[in-house]
């Protein structure tokens, strides 16, 4: 009896991981595919999957046979001890010993090639090139499927990424400093229309973004603030403070009273409490904030899209527009990908644990 | 300020009293418009442009940050110096004031600015009545775009939170909890516009022909297993579904954290005696931790939800919203920014509020419940 229910208890074990491993890689897998083909060399990205440059059976080219001019090529053709038609030939023929042999190129070609299949893998030379092509915002070369060079203009993604640094940098503590001012104003000041304020704060907190986009382009492109900096960490500002405002209020209105109290006995002025001690005390509220708005302001691109444009694009932009050129340039669109992802992946990894310390506090956000 | 009126009785002392207010005043006016000036000066530095464009990021960075920081210092500084009275009755401003604005400014007001424009013929001149709206709920565009947000809406929400769930359930129970879901975590970090790549990448199709060899997986997949080759994401309405397989990848992780936390919140005693009772696990699964953790999971579907209505990023970059992929959210920046049609993009825009209602009334009960003596 003791010994089924260990068996079945581990018989559930293996099972529940061999499940979780199942989706693991299943998720893990589409990452994986555009990290391996970022590294490749162009042309084999054209012409194969990424996941050839793991050890695996492929038909390898090992001898060409011609044939001689007295053959008929209209008639049956014997090679090898194999007698068959041109068409037969064309589609290809496995020997007994596993060989594969295929007619090359047209009727007049008299070429056949034979394959083997043989294991092949971790031959891939691995390049920077596609990453150096694509950070640059010069003119750059490279091979297609065919081998021809192609002649194009970099994407300057490195330029991007500085400006998604000018964007997600300030966009992130602006409103975090603003919400934190509020919250604070909120919690422990009196002032009349408090009460109905905070109420419009809540039920902003899921009006779509969507509907302020056409309004404020037109007051931004009366005022010039189109396509500049200060433009677009505006706009994130009015779009994140709703949250801001809402999770840093529900963190300081915890605040001790007596711990305030006994500041103002001593005299301090509201600013200097606000200063000195209400922003030191919600660092752990201000960092899951700051995590959640920096990679929402770095992952945007519809926001980005509107106010920024072409005039300092950022990398979400950029690698957008990769795809939405041709769409073929796989090299560069993998690479692409990756320069986007690095930074907001090391920031999420690194710092998880208030990432979903965050998650948690404000479930619903517009 | 107390001083000053003490010594205001002596000879001479109106004078300086007097001086020292005008200068007070001066001061008052002279720090707000050096601020101001130095803003200025940042800005068009920012606007001209000429200097490497590290310079200008840094520029930009410290320019932005360190320009919030010093307009409320100067504000505050410039509401002490008023009379007692005054500046503890607008201090409060000073704080909730900016928040405020901003918020009016960006949210509010544009509900109001968008709801009239919805009334409003293209260029926003002329009141067209419900015409925008006709427009939403008849064209056959509008149609599509309504019935592919309802498939993201059911099978993105449905499959995002099943998975999420049957993840924090079994990672529950294993000694590799932490492995497993940081892995179903991760995509939570990369942009839409990244994941795009990432699938486009999985879907594309190279055409059918001699000695063509697949670089997309699924294609490969397909292939390796006799089958031909297809152009997924051109198939409608199936193509729909390969594009909410994206969704459901980015915010599987979500909907797990949120779980795992809530399941690990079931008191064990309640498991345990429904297993002493004879209840199988799947049972005890049922009965007892849903039923426990109804509140998150109703939380965790409202917010894919209100995700799901407004996904844009993934169908702009995978299709453009072409073979019958629109959602509202595309049709929304199509009208606004392609077509120029602002009565229909605002028409659009207010459609959209519409379906969050519910949970904006939802949010407002709530709060009313918890903070009964705000």
Known sequence: ????????????????????????????????????????????????????????????????????????????????????????????????????????????????????????????????????????????????????????????????????????????????????????????????????????????????????????????????????????????????????????????????????????????????????????????????????????????????????????????????????????????????????????????????????????????KG | MANTQNTDTEQGGILSWFSSTLGQILISLFVPIVTFLVLWQGYLFLQRAQAPQIIQVLVAIVWGVGGVALLYVVANWLVLKLPKPWSSRLQPFVFVGPAIAIMGWFLAVPVVRSFVASFQDRLGQEFVGFDNFVFAFTNPRMLETFRNNLLWLVFGTFFSVAVGLLIAVLADRTHGEVIYKSIIFTPMAISFVGAGVIWKFIYTYKGVGLNIQEIGLLNAIVTALGGNPQPWLNIPPWNNFFLIIIMVWLQTGYAMVILSSAIKGVPAELLEAARIDGASEVRAFFNITIPYIKGTIITVVTTIVIFSLKTFDIVRVMTGGNNGTNVIANEFYLQSFTYTHKGRASAIAIVLLIAVTPVIIYNLRQFNKERKGF
């Open chain 1, 1 to 364: 009896m003791a010994t089924s229910a260990k068996s079945q208890k581990r018989s559930q074990q293996f099972w529940t991981n061999f499940i979780l491993i199942i989706i693991s890689i299943i998720w893990l897998v589409p990452i994986l595919g555009i990290l391996i083909t970022s590294f490749r060399p162009s042309q084999e990205v054209f012409t194969s999957g990424w996941w050839t440059i793991l050890p695996h059976k492929e038909n390898i080219e090992v001898d060409r046979i011609s044939i001689a001019d007295s053959v008929d090529v209209d008639g049956p053709i014997t090679i090898e001890g194999i007698t068959a038609t041109f068409d037969e030939w064309r589609t290809g023929i496995e020997l007994d010993d596993g060989r594969f042999i295929q007619w090359y190129g047209n009727k007049r070609n008299r070429e056949l090639v034979v394959y083997d299949e043989q294991w092949v893998g971790f031959n891939t030379d691995l390049t920077l090139k596609n990453y150096s092509d694509v950070i640059g915002g010069k003119t750059i070369t490279y091979k297609d499927g065919q081998g021809n060079t192609i002649t194009r203009y970099g994407n300057n993604l490195g330029g991007a990424f500085l400006n998604s640094l000018a964007v997600s940098i300030p966009g992130t503590i602006i409103p975090i400093l603003i919400a934190a001012f509020a919250a604070f104003g909120f919690a422990w000041l009196n002032f009349p229309g408090r009460n109905i304020l905070f109420t419009i704060i809540v039920a902003l907190l899921v009006v779509p973004l969507q509907i302020a986009l056409v309004p404020i382009l037109q007051d931004y492109v009366r005022m010039g603030l189109n396509g500049t900096f200060l433009g677009i960490w505006l706009a994130h500002a009015g779009f994140g403070l709703p949250l801001a405002t809402y999770l840093l209020f529900n963190y300081i209105s915890t605040i001790p009273r007596e711990i305030l109290e006994s500041a103002y006995i001593d005299g301090a002025s509201n600013f200097t409490i606000f200063t000195r001690l209400i922003l030191p005390l919600s660092v752990p509220a201000l960092a899951s904030f700051a995590i959640f708005q920096f990679l929402w302001l770095w992952n945007d691109y519809l926001v980005a899209l509107v106010f920024l444009g072409e005039k300092n694009k950022t990398v979400t932009i950029a690698v957008a527009e990769l795809v939405g050129e041709k769409g073929q340039d796989w090299q560069l669109m993998t690479s692409a990908a990756f320069v986007s992802m690095i930074l907001p992946l090391v920031v999420f990894l690194s710092l998880q644990r208030y990432f979903v310390r965050g998650l948690m506090a404000g479930s619903v």
